[in-house]
Protein backbone atom coordinates (compact mmCIF):
# COMPACT_ATOMS: atom_id res chain seq x y z
CA UNK A 1 0.00 0.00 0.00
CA UNK A 2 1.23 3.50 -0.95
CA UNK A 3 2.11 5.79 2.16
CA UNK A 4 4.53 7.35 4.52
CA UNK A 5 6.55 5.17 6.76
CA UNK A 6 8.62 6.99 9.85
CA UNK A 7 10.58 5.36 11.80
CA UNK A 8 11.29 4.91 14.97
CA UNK A 9 8.41 4.99 16.41
CA UNK A 10 9.94 5.63 19.83
CA UNK A 11 13.34 7.52 20.64
CA UNK A 12 15.61 8.28 23.44
CA UNK A 13 17.89 10.44 23.17
CA UNK A 14 20.41 11.82 25.82
CA UNK A 15 21.50 15.29 25.84
CA UNK A 16 24.51 16.39 23.78
CA UNK A 17 23.59 13.42 21.09
CA UNK A 18 21.97 13.78 17.42
CA UNK A 19 19.69 11.85 16.42
CA UNK A 20 18.29 10.82 13.05
CA UNK A 21 14.54 10.32 11.97
CA UNK A 22 13.32 8.41 9.13
CA UNK A 23 11.03 9.40 6.59
CA UNK A 24 10.24 7.18 3.73
CA UNK A 25 6.95 7.36 0.84
CA UNK A 26 6.48 5.55 -2.23
CA UNK A 27 3.27 7.73 -2.73
CA UNK A 28 5.94 9.37 -5.45
CA UNK A 29 5.29 12.87 -4.19
CA UNK A 30 7.62 15.41 -4.89
CA UNK A 31 7.35 17.76 -1.33
CA UNK A 32 8.21 16.38 2.07
CA UNK A 33 7.52 18.01 5.08
CA UNK A 34 8.70 17.88 8.78
CA UNK A 35 6.36 19.18 11.21
CA UNK A 36 6.82 19.39 14.84
CA UNK A 37 3.94 19.04 17.67
CA UNK A 38 4.10 20.01 21.34
CA UNK A 39 1.48 18.15 23.51
CA UNK A 40 -1.97 20.43 23.31
CA UNK A 41 0.12 22.53 20.52
CA UNK A 42 -0.60 22.79 16.61
CA UNK A 43 2.05 21.84 14.30
CA UNK A 44 4.84 24.09 13.57
CA UNK A 45 7.18 23.52 10.28
CA UNK A 46 10.65 22.75 10.56
CA UNK A 47 11.56 22.04 7.11
CA UNK A 48 10.06 21.18 3.76
CA UNK A 49 11.55 20.09 0.26
CA UNK A 50 10.24 20.31 -2.78
CA UNK A 51 12.60 18.71 -5.09
CA UNK A 52 15.50 16.62 -4.41
CA UNK A 53 18.23 18.17 -3.53
CA UNK A 54 16.74 21.18 -2.31
CA UNK A 55 14.83 22.06 1.16
CA UNK A 56 14.01 25.19 2.83
CA UNK A 57 13.64 26.05 6.30
CA UNK A 58 10.10 26.71 8.08
CA UNK A 59 9.46 28.29 11.04
CA UNK A 60 11.43 26.79 13.58
CA UNK A 61 14.16 25.16 11.84
CA UNK A 62 17.21 26.17 14.20
CA UNK A 63 18.63 22.69 15.86
CA UNK A 64 17.49 20.74 13.05
CA UNK A 65 19.33 19.35 9.44
CA UNK A 66 17.86 17.70 6.53
CA UNK A 67 18.73 16.25 3.75
CA UNK A 68 16.62 15.17 0.21
CA UNK A 69 18.89 12.88 -1.72
CA UNK A 70 16.17 11.10 -2.86
CA UNK A 71 12.56 11.49 -3.51
CA UNK A 72 10.93 8.78 -1.34
CA UNK A 73 13.13 10.02 1.85
CA UNK A 74 13.43 13.02 4.08
CA UNK A 75 15.63 12.19 7.29
CA UNK A 76 15.44 14.95 9.75
CA UNK A 77 18.63 14.90 12.23
CA UNK A 78 17.59 16.56 15.55
CA UNK A 79 20.82 18.10 16.70
CA UNK A 80 21.97 19.04 20.50
CA UNK A 81 21.97 22.31 19.17
CA UNK A 82 18.26 22.33 20.02
CA UNK A 83 17.48 22.98 23.21
CA UNK A 84 14.10 21.27 23.72
CA UNK A 85 14.23 18.48 21.17
CA UNK A 86 10.89 16.32 23.13
CA UNK A 87 8.22 16.44 20.93
CA UNK A 88 5.99 14.66 18.33
CA UNK A 89 7.63 14.48 15.25
CA UNK A 90 5.40 14.25 11.73
CA UNK A 91 6.79 13.84 8.03
CA UNK A 92 4.43 14.64 5.34
CA UNK A 93 4.33 14.60 1.55
CA UNK A 94 1.99 15.67 -1.39
CA UNK A 95 2.11 16.29 -5.68
CA UNK A 96 3.45 19.72 -6.27
CA UNK A 97 0.97 22.27 -6.60
CA UNK A 98 -0.95 24.31 -4.66
CA UNK A 99 -3.98 22.73 -2.71
CA UNK A 100 -2.90 18.97 -2.83
CA UNK A 101 -3.77 17.03 0.45
CA UNK A 102 -0.69 16.73 2.26
CA UNK A 103 -0.84 13.26 3.41
CA UNK A 104 1.09 12.52 7.12
CA UNK A 105 3.22 9.70 8.15
CA UNK A 106 2.10 8.27 12.11
CA UNK A 107 4.61 10.12 13.68
CA UNK A 108 7.76 9.74 16.12
CA UNK A 109 7.90 10.41 19.65
CA UNK A 110 11.35 11.96 20.81
CA UNK A 111 11.94 12.10 24.37
CA UNK A 112 15.15 13.67 26.20
CA UNK A 113 16.42 11.81 28.62
CA UNK B 1 1.16 37.16 7.77
CA UNK B 2 -1.65 34.53 6.99
CA UNK B 3 -2.97 32.50 9.78
CA UNK B 4 -5.41 30.03 10.91
CA UNK B 5 -7.15 30.26 14.20
CA UNK B 6 -9.40 27.84 15.88
CA UNK B 7 -10.92 29.57 19.31
CA UNK B 8 -11.95 26.91 21.16
CA UNK B 9 -9.66 24.19 22.59
CA UNK B 10 -11.55 21.91 24.38
CA UNK B 11 -14.92 20.96 23.25
CA UNK B 12 -17.26 18.51 25.47
CA UNK B 13 -20.17 16.58 23.88
CA UNK B 14 -22.64 14.34 24.40
CA UNK B 15 -22.83 11.15 22.39
CA UNK B 16 -25.55 11.60 19.76
CA UNK B 17 -25.55 14.97 20.22
CA UNK B 18 -24.43 17.89 16.92
CA UNK B 19 -20.79 18.77 16.69
CA UNK B 20 -19.33 21.95 15.50
CA UNK B 21 -15.59 23.40 15.38
CA UNK B 22 -15.07 26.74 14.33
CA UNK B 23 -12.14 27.84 12.13
CA UNK B 24 -11.16 31.31 11.06
CA UNK B 25 -8.70 32.21 8.74
CA UNK B 26 -6.78 35.69 8.08
CA UNK B 27 -5.89 36.15 4.30
CA UNK B 28 -6.70 38.64 1.18
CA UNK B 29 -7.78 36.25 -0.96
CA UNK B 30 -9.38 32.79 -0.16
CA UNK B 31 -7.42 30.46 0.60
CA UNK B 32 -7.57 26.56 0.23
CA UNK B 33 -8.90 24.75 3.20
CA UNK B 34 -8.58 21.73 5.30
CA UNK B 35 -9.35 20.13 8.18
CA UNK B 36 -7.89 16.75 9.85
CA UNK B 37 -8.54 14.94 12.79
CA UNK B 38 -5.69 13.00 14.94
CA UNK B 39 -6.17 10.09 17.19
CA UNK B 40 -4.11 10.15 20.27
CA UNK B 41 -0.32 9.38 19.48
CA UNK B 42 -1.37 9.07 15.61
CA UNK B 43 -0.49 11.06 12.14
CA UNK B 44 -3.65 13.36 10.99
CA UNK B 45 -6.50 12.01 8.64
CA UNK B 46 -7.99 14.07 5.97
CA UNK B 47 -11.12 14.57 6.79
CA UNK B 48 -12.31 17.15 4.27
CA UNK B 49 -10.90 20.31 2.00
CA UNK B 50 -12.29 23.18 0.27
CA UNK B 51 -10.63 24.75 -3.17
CA UNK B 52 -13.95 27.09 -4.39
CA UNK B 53 -17.06 26.19 -5.49
CA UNK B 54 -19.96 24.64 -3.36
CA UNK B 55 -19.47 26.30 0.19
CA UNK B 56 -20.57 23.34 1.44
CA UNK B 57 -18.67 20.63 1.49
CA UNK B 58 -18.76 16.84 2.95
CA UNK B 59 -16.01 15.03 4.07
CA UNK B 60 -15.40 11.18 5.68
CA UNK B 61 -16.83 9.93 9.26
CA UNK B 62 -20.10 11.91 8.50
CA UNK B 63 -18.43 15.33 8.59
CA UNK B 64 -19.23 18.49 6.63
CA UNK B 65 -17.99 22.05 6.65
CA UNK B 66 -19.20 25.19 5.28
CA UNK B 67 -17.31 28.12 4.13
CA UNK B 68 -18.40 31.28 4.88
CA UNK B 69 -16.39 34.35 2.88
CA UNK B 70 -17.85 37.16 4.97
CA UNK B 71 -16.69 35.76 8.02
CA UNK B 72 -13.32 34.31 7.23
CA UNK B 73 -14.56 30.27 8.73
CA UNK B 74 -14.39 26.99 7.56
CA UNK B 75 -16.14 25.37 10.36
CA UNK B 76 -16.66 21.73 10.78
CA UNK B 77 -19.84 20.04 11.72
CA UNK B 78 -21.28 16.78 12.38
CA UNK B 79 -25.10 15.84 13.61
CA UNK B 80 -24.38 13.43 15.95
CA UNK B 81 -21.30 12.48 17.21
CA UNK B 82 -19.96 8.84 18.42
CA UNK B 83 -18.21 7.81 21.00
CA UNK B 84 -15.10 7.24 18.28
CA UNK B 85 -15.10 10.72 17.40
CA UNK B 86 -13.18 11.78 20.32
CA UNK B 87 -9.43 13.16 19.31
CA UNK B 88 -8.25 16.37 18.34
CA UNK B 89 -9.36 18.19 15.11
CA UNK B 90 -6.72 20.81 13.25
CA UNK B 91 -8.22 23.05 10.53
CA UNK B 92 -5.34 24.25 8.10
CA UNK B 93 -4.82 26.57 5.46
CA UNK B 94 -3.13 27.01 2.36
CA UNK B 95 -1.92 29.78 1.20
CA UNK B 96 -0.99 30.92 -2.34
CA UNK B 97 1.81 33.55 -1.14
CA UNK B 98 2.79 31.31 1.07
CA UNK B 99 3.42 28.32 -1.51
CA UNK B 100 1.87 25.22 -0.69
CA UNK B 101 2.89 25.08 2.60
CA UNK B 102 0.70 24.34 5.46
CA UNK B 103 -0.40 26.56 8.23
CA UNK B 104 -2.47 24.97 10.86
CA UNK B 105 -4.40 26.28 13.62
CA UNK B 106 -4.12 25.03 17.25
CA UNK B 107 -6.00 22.76 17.34
CA UNK B 108 -9.88 21.23 19.17
CA UNK B 109 -9.76 18.49 21.48
CA UNK B 110 -13.21 16.74 21.50
CA UNK B 111 -13.93 15.15 24.37
CA UNK B 112 -17.62 12.77 24.01
CA UNK B 113 -19.51 11.85 27.15
CA UNK B 114 -21.82 8.96 26.93
Known amino acids: DGGITQSPKYLFRKEGQNVTLSCEQNLNHDAMYWYRQDPGQGLRLIYYSQIVNDFQKGDIAEGYSVSREKKESFPLTVTSAQKNPTAFYLC????????????FGEGSWLTVV | AQSVTQPDIHITVSEGASLELRCNYSYGATPYLFWYVQSPGQGLQLLLK??????LVQGIKGFEAEFKRSQSSFNLRKPSVHWSDAAEYFC????????????FGGGTRVLVKP
Open chain 2, 50 to 55: YFSGDT
Open chain 1, 92 to 103: ASTATGIGNTIY
Open chain 2, 92 to 103: AGAFKAAGNKLT
